[in-house]
């Protein structure tokens, strides 16, 4: 049988490279995206061509409708979800302190990154754990080094989110244990993709990147390899556990 995995924002950046990788290896591939349909049907057309099947789906990770649709389609089109990649995410709007900060940014900042990753594992959950009937499965969350640095000076509200992350991923992982679903994140560090110049810092990467432990920013495909070794077999004993895939910031 096929691994079975939605992505959560796998349109873009490491969500896309990791559709790819896991459509090299012949699963199929559900690419959630929010706005970036062009770039989500690149995406498939690339997974198909690499030897998987994949299906874009289009909704908001923080509005409930839109993840039941996410999951009834997955369902319809390939059968019940093995895999889940808590992707999606924002860091809302450009450098900031404390100070500065207003409460629709840090309000749309948790609601995408924490509110969207648990409805997300909620209907996972109901699918893939043998408690209600499922086969079992994986989910990854992908966290943020900022969890741990707390991000002073850039993305606080952020950071923040990424810690609640990493505190749900205890915790799913110990109420799910038993029940053949492995729970397991990534805390990526500066990795080059869009998400900068998201948030006005086009240069960030070429800024920072130096000034990064291992002299250098990561890619996309060097967090997606590690997101694939947590949803493959080769992790099968490995669960509540956060991978930091951030060139040696912790
Ligand atoms: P990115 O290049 O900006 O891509 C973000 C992806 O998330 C896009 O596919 C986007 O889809 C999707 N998305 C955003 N809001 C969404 C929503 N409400 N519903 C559904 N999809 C949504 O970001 P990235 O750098 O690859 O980041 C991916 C994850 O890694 C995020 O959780 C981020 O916090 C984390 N991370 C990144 C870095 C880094 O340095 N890049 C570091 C630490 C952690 P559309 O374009 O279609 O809207």
């Known amino acids: 049988m096929s691994e079975i995995v939605i992505i959560t924002g796998g349109s873009r950046g490491i969500g896309a490279a990791t559709a790819r990788l896991l459509g090299a ?141 990493d505190t749900f991923n205890q915790g799913m992982a110990t109420e799910l244990a038993a029940y053949g679903v492995r729970v397991n994140g990534v805390r990526p560090g500066l990795i080059d993709t869009d998400i900068h110049a998201s948030a006005g810092m086009e240069d960030r990467v070429n800024k920072v990147g130096a000034k990064m432990p291992v002299g250098r920013a990561g890619s996309a495909l060097e967090v997606a390899e590690v997101i694939a070794f947590l949803l493959s077999p080769a992790s099968s004993y490995v669960t509540g556990t956060m991978i930091n895939v951030s060139g040696g910031v912790r």
């Open 25 to 165: 290896k012949g699963s199929c591939v559900v690419v959630n995206h929010r706005h970036s349909q062009a770039s989500a049907m690149e995406v498939v057309a690339d997974v198909e061509r690499l030897g998987g099947r994949a299906l874009a789906v289009q909704g908001d990770v923080g509005t409930e409708a839109d993840v039941m649709n996410l999951f009834e389609q997955t369902e319809r089109v390939f059968g019940t979800p093995t895999g889940l990649v808590n992707n999606a995410g924002i860091v809302g709007s450009r450098k900031r302190r404390i100070e500065d900060m207003d409460v629709a940014t840090m309000t749309e900042v948790m609601r995408v990154n924490v509110i969207g990753a648990l409805l997300c594992a909620r209907e996972a959950a109901k699918r893939m754990s043998t408690r209600h009937g499922g086969a079992g499965g994986v989910i990854v969350n992908v966290s943020s080094i900022g969890a741990l640095t707390g991000s002073p000076f850039t993305f606080m509200d952020y950071a923040a989110s990424k810690g609640a992350m």
